[in-house]
């Protein structure tokens, strides 16, 4: 349900790109157009985990629109805190999503409960920074430094890892809470250049640190991917 509101809301609120390594020519889905050729080569294969770059707290709401549109319904781990939000809670739990419980001796049984789901053919979407930057404007930055979990999840299950870069979703929401609420009300009508760029699945080493090193440098190269085309999609819509 998350992943089918995402996809209707996202566009609402700004211009959604979604572009992958799989494709021949990084066929770009927007709006619809060449979704087909993009949906059949990109979309994360069952049993996969997408490890996505995370900077705002728009950005899983970006992330869930581009999977749905590449044909993807993905168990998603996040804070377990969420699951303490009246109404958002129960969907979460609806869902089939994932608490992670930070810093207490619960926090291992995330990684399993995703190991689970893998099994079962679903694909999991983690992100490996496990928080959000502490910067406040809404320029782009790149992904901080991932957690172990992300590597001893691939070792245990032998998942192929696809990295996931998102740009354009801190002008949405960034900064302060007014600063956030200010920058939802406002994107209807700014629209902003929103992008997704899929690179090609990684096989990870069982080393984790080497694991963790590889990944995080396969989010960042499509971060760059995914900033470059929304800052000449914005670039293109300034006045001359």
């Known amino acids: 349900m998350l992943s089918r509101a995402s996809a209707l809301l996202v566009p609402a609120f700004g211009r959604l790109h979604i572009t992958t390594a799989a494709a021949d020519d990084a066929t770009d889905a927007t709006n619809g157009t060449g979704a087909a050729n993009a949906t059949d080569a990109g979309r994360p294969a069952p049993g996969s985990i997408v ?7 728009a950005d899983p709401a970006v992330v869930l629109a581009a999977l749905h549109r590449l044909g993807a319904r993905p168990v998603v781990l996040a804070t377990a805190g969420l699951w303490r939000v ?6 979460l739990r609806r869902e ?3 608490a992670v419980h930070r810093g207490t001796a619960r926090a291992a049984e995330s990684l ?5 789901a893998l099994a079962a053919g679903r694909v999991v979407l983690i992100y490996g920074e496990g928080g959000l930057p502490r910067r406040r404007d809404s320029g782009e930055l790149p992904p901080g430094p991932f957690r172990s979990g992300l590597a001893r999840l691939a070792r245990a299950t032998g998942a192929p890892v696809v990295p996931l870069g998102q740009a354009g979703a801190r002008r949405l929401t960034s900064g302060g809470p007014l600063k956030q609420l200010a920058g939802l009300a406002t994107a209807p009508v700014r629209r902003p250049a929103l992008h997704v760029h899929l690179g090609s699945p990684l096989h990870l080493p069982p080393d984790t640190a080497e694991a963790t090193a590889r990944v995080h440098h396969a ?4 971060w760059k ?3 470059g ?5 914005a670039g293109e819509r300034r006045p001359t």
């Open 86 to 91: 009246p109404v958002l809670g129960p969907v």
């Open 112 to 116: 399993d409960a995703a190991a689970e």
């Open 225 to 227: 991917v995914a900033a």
């Open 51 to 57: 490890a996505a770059n995370h900077t705002s707290l």
């Open 96 to 98: 089939g999503y994932i």
């Open 219 to 222: 989010v960042t190269a499509a």
């Open 229 to 233: 085309r929304a800052e000449r999609e």
